[in-house]
């Protein structure tokens, strides 16, 4: 009742029969088992390969590699679609070749990408990618892991946090500084590494949310990594990296209200057939206002990401107001969830304390929406200098 038309000119037949797949394999491989994955904190690892085997590891990707060219709508199909887990930890794991492989499809050379890309789009092989420093995540150009080359190879030593991924990773993309000399952003360079890397150790973080998917502590102590696995140019790596993150935050927005459309859905079911003094819940004016409050913020972050991804993918607008745009679309669709998760463990009460209900998770995992990727106040920065002020 609550679905936004999917008007014609953002979705095709093809996006449309995408979608009944994926929520199909939502439905069943996924939904009746995340409580018992999040309890336990992990989920198995076959999961890729079966989302392989439908060819959504692989969505966007070229085909020489095992992909399939995919427009922008169908990463947005993909975010909402997976939202309705209203788990943000399986997404999270799953997905997190979407951040790891697009600064090599950008940058990489032939054959790196041939060895890596190929496996991990397969589900065969988990990537991820690490740039967050324990000095900072925000301020990426500070960065201080180093790697300085040493013959045909780099030696990388310092510290990484907070990687999704980070436990099983098969291969690394991370940021290093190959040029300690340089302060900022000149002297920073990407760097492939094999998660079986000899120097490389990795700890497992405890969360308040995302359970099911390892976040990780990542130290390196002189890993010797080949000088063919740089990608793109030494020292000219924050570029990519940047460009990286206007992709994930578009992602997120529709993840983050997809959470939200998932937690006003909870509570107006509940509120339906809930009664209190005789009358279902629903029936009170101030619980069918809080739901339009929660329509109504829902409904405001997806048009603005639509019309972003039309925009993008139809090459309309100013570079720089698209990426401030990109930068609003998160903190508005991380807003919209917060409002929205808070709204409705409030209309289900005691329930919407309980482990179980979506909305529940949710609630305990929007933090982590308006950090991740870019916090709220970074995006709020950056969106004022795109554009001008
Ligand atoms: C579960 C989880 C998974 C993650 N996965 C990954 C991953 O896979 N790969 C990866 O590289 N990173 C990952 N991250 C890291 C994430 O991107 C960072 O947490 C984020 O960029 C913020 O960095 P920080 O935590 O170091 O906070 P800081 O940069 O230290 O900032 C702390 C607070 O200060 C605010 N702040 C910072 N600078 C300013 C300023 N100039 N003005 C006003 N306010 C400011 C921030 O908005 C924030 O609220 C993950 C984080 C979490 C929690």
Redesign the pocket.
Known sequence: MFDAPPLPHYFSPEHTQFRDTLRGFVASEISPHINDWDEAGTFPRDLYRKAAALGILGLGYPEKYGGTPADIFYQIILAEEFARTGSGGIQ?SIN?HT?ALPPLIAAGSETLKRHIIPSVIAGEKIA?????EPS????VASLCTTAIRDGDHYVVSGE?T?????MRADYLTVAVRTDPAVKGAGGISVLMIDGDTPGLTRTELK?MG?WC?D?AHLHFDHCRVPATNLVGTENRGFKTLMHNFNSERLFLSALAYGFAQVCLEEALAWAQQRKTFGHPLAERQVIRHKLMDMMLRVDAARSLVYDLAYCIEHGRGNTEHLVARICMAKVLSTQAMQFCADQAVQILGGMGFMRGTRSERIYREVK?MM????????MK?LAARKIGI
């Open positions: 999270a997190s951040i991820a990618l690490a740039v967050t900072g995540g925000s301020d990484k907070f990687i999704t991924s980070g969360k995302w998917s976040t982590v950090i991740g990727g870019g916090s709220e106040e970074i920065d």
